[in-house]
């Protein structure tokens, strides 16, 4: 596994045997602005555009703290979920119930998505619904 990006928030990694790109996101999001969550989520579209399908993706959302508002919904579905293609996307869920709903709700308002999506309580059943 190749970690490609950490800041304070989040931690990227890509396994390109598995093709599996996975975002952890860390405690300190609570303190993350939206300008800060937008550059990181560009990040996630720009490694989304240069790794074409079939592409698992692991959200690791368990201490993701920050609440995603309707505007920043809807700009993460013109800017980072249009490259989202076929593959699968695992969500672990996230222990703040406001950052979960926020989540949901982007990801259910991505009506035209070619991936299968599914929510898990931990990386490790995500990790197996990925082999």
């Known amino acids: 596994m190749e970690n490609i990006h950490r800041s304070r ?3 990227m990694n890509w396994e ?23 550059a990181i989520m560009l990040r996630v ?5 240069a790794n074409p399908d079939p592409l ?7 201490h993701l703290a920050f609440s995603i ?3 920043l919904q ?17 969500i672990v869920l996230s222990e703040e119930i406001f950052t979960q709903v926020s989540l949901e709700q982007v990801l259910d308002d991505h009506t035209d998505k070619a991936y299968e999506l599914r ?13």
């Open 56 to 62: 698992n993706m692991l959200a690791d959302n368990k």
């Open 16 to 38: 390109p045997q598995a093709r599996v790109f996975e975002v952890i996101w860390l405690p300190e999001s609570s303190e993350m602005e939206a300008q800060e969550y937008k």
């Open 69 to 71: 508002t309707p505007d």
């Open 45 to 49: 579209a720009e490694h989304l555009r």
């Open 74 to 90: 809807e700009w993460v579905l013109a800017n980072v979920l249009v490259h989202a293609t076929k593959g699968r996307a695992a």
């Open 9 to 11: 928030y989040c931690e």
């Open 119 to 131: 929510y898990f309580d931990s990386v490790e059943e995500a990790r197996k619904w990925f082999s």
